[in-house]
Structure formats: C-alpha cells, structure tokens
C-alpha cells in the first residue's frame, strides 16, 4: 500500500504529457506538464473566465475544453503545434463535455439549455466551429467507441448507443439500474459502467451488444470514476465511505485510487483513504496512472505512480486546487 510520503529516486516514468485543471482561487485553467515534472505551463490565462474538461484528440496535437464567463460556457481548441485558441462555439447556452471523434476530424459536445433539465442536445461541429448540427437529443455523459466510432450515452431510457450518425440505437441497459458513467473499453467488446441498485454503487461490465452483464466490485463503499487501462484487462478507479457510515466531514472527503485485475478480480489499492485522491487516468502504455491527492496539510497536487512498481511522487507543487487530468495519447511523445 502507498502513501503520501513514498517517494523513490528509482520511480520509472512513462513518456507523454498530462493536462490538467488548475484552480489558483480566483479562476480556473488548463495547464500542461511532462509526466517527469518537467515543463509546467498554462495554456489558458483568459481573466474572468473558468476552463475545464481538457481532452486530447487522437493525434495527441489539440485540446478541447470548455471556457464559461457570466453564466455561459463553450468550446475552445489549442493547438499544440502552433500555440493557437480556435473558438469553436459560444453564446447564450452552456457548451460542455467535448470529444473527438475516433478519427480526430469532428468535434461532438453537450449544449444544455438551462434550467433543471439533466439531458442536453448533443451538437456536431468542425473543429473550426462551423456546421454545427443537433446529432441527438436528451444526452448526457457520452463517449465513443475507440475503434468503430460507436457512440454511447445516458438518456431517459437507460445506457444507449448508436451509429456515428445517431441511429440504429440499441438500448443496453433500462432505466432501472441507475447508470451514472459508462466507459468504452479499449477493444470496443465490453463497457464497464457505475451502476446503483439498492442504494449501493458498484462497478459493472456488460458486453457491447447488451449481454452477459458482471458485478465486478461488491462493496459497502461508493465506486466513482472508472477508467480502462489501454490493455483492456484493468479499471482503475476511487472508492470512498459510504456517506450513510460518517459521522463528520473531514471523513466525508476521503477517496482512495483502487485498481481491479479484471480476470483475478485482485484490488490494489494505491493510495490508503486517509487523504482526498481523484481522477486516475492511464499512461497510454499502461504501466503508469496519474491522479490528485489532496492533504490536510498541504494543497492538491498531481500525483504519477509507477503501477508494476507500487511506487509515486507528485510532479506538481502548486498551491491551489487540481482536476480532470488527462494523459496524452502515445502519438505525443513518439513524436517529440
């Protein structure tokens, strides 16, 4: 088991860089960082404004994320190679959750129109922000497919998909099981999701065409964001109390990074659940999970861990809050 205070000389550091979110207490942006520690930078600075959401398209040369000011948010581009912003959308709805598509060339984000609606339209665009098209609507969470370009989403009548055009949609799961994220698998076979029966949430997976559905945690705990690792055979995930079992609030931020083996069901756990850690993302080989951990004593940083290794250390030292990293493809670093 791994602490806060485990740090070794001999961690081994998979290649490619981490985006991020930096919250510094007056507004949030995107920042850059080699998963050595090298090269910190931000690549958005707009005052007044908060980033958030940063994702990588497949080449590993652009980031999408969203930008909101004064109630409204939309979407913005960097290009890595050039150093530009390309406003993609904005305006009077709030823009959120961007994604590529499989093939890099087409953007897809939610447009939620306000009030107390759960599901948005979900909207097509250039990556230059012209023709932009409802694909569907009543969306939430979506994502596609790595290798086929099917796309998945959460909708009033359960865990959907669809063709990349939005049809022939086959629901995979009903509304009974409360579905609150779902994630494609690296080979397209299997999707493994958050579900809730109960009053209890548990990771599950459940095969593409809607089959052969497996309970793969059973705890007493609340499993969150779950993530694959690029060989297909882990999930990476955090776990913490069940709120019902707390009796004060410092308990109530504990969050501990587990990994399940998916063939022996063995857990490593990472990080020990005295401390707030959150959103693991995979390095693109497999051998390497980044994450943020947040101590009593200190502000959030980023963490990365040498995972056949069981060791880490933080490659960030900045003050204020960190989220949503997000490890680049493996085009980046073979390129660079």
Known sequence: ???????????????????????????????????????????TSTISADEAA????????IIAYSTSSEGNSGINLFLLDSNRTIKVSSGNSA???????????????????????????????????????????????HSWSPVNGQLMFISPKGLVTTNRRGEKETVLLQQNVNVLQAEWSP????????????GQSNIYTISSNG??????????????EITWAPTGDRIAYVTRPDPKTITNEQEMKK???????????????????????YSPTWAPDGTGLAFVC???????????????????????????????????????????
């Open 95 to 141: 823009d959120m959750f961007p994604s590529f598509f499989p093939n890099g060339t087409m953007l897809t984000f939610e447009r939620w129109s306000g009030g107390e609606q759960t599901y948005s339209n979900l909207i097509t665009s250039t990556l230059y922000g012209t023709n932009q098209q409802v694909l569907l609507p009543e969306v939430f969470r």
């Open 294 to 336: 947040c101590y009593v004593t200190t502000s959030c940083q980023l963490y990365v861990a040498d995972v056949a290794a069981n060791t880490m250390r933080a490659i960030t030292t900045a003050g204020g809050r960190i989220s949503d990293p997000k490890w680049s493809p493996e085009l980046v670093f073979k390129n660079n």
């Open 54 to 61: 940063p994702r990588w398209s497949p080449s590993g040369r």
């Open 1 to 43: 088991m791994w602490t806060h205070l485990l740090l070794t000389a001999m961690l081994a550091i998979p290649h490619g860089q981490i985006a991020f979110v930096l919250n510094d207490g007056t507004q949030s942006d995107i920042y850059l960082i080699w998963a050595d520690g090298r090269g910190l930078k931000s690549i």
């Open 255 to 277: 969050r501990a990074i587990r990994i399940i083996d998916l063939k022996t069901r063995k857990r490593t756990t990472l990080t020990d659940g005295t401390s707030e850690c």
């Open 211 to 224: 089959k052969n559905i497996k309970n793969i945690t059973r705890s007493n705990n609340i499993e969150e």
């Open 187 to 198: 080979n397209d076979l299997l999707i493994a999701f958050i579900g809730v029966t109960n």
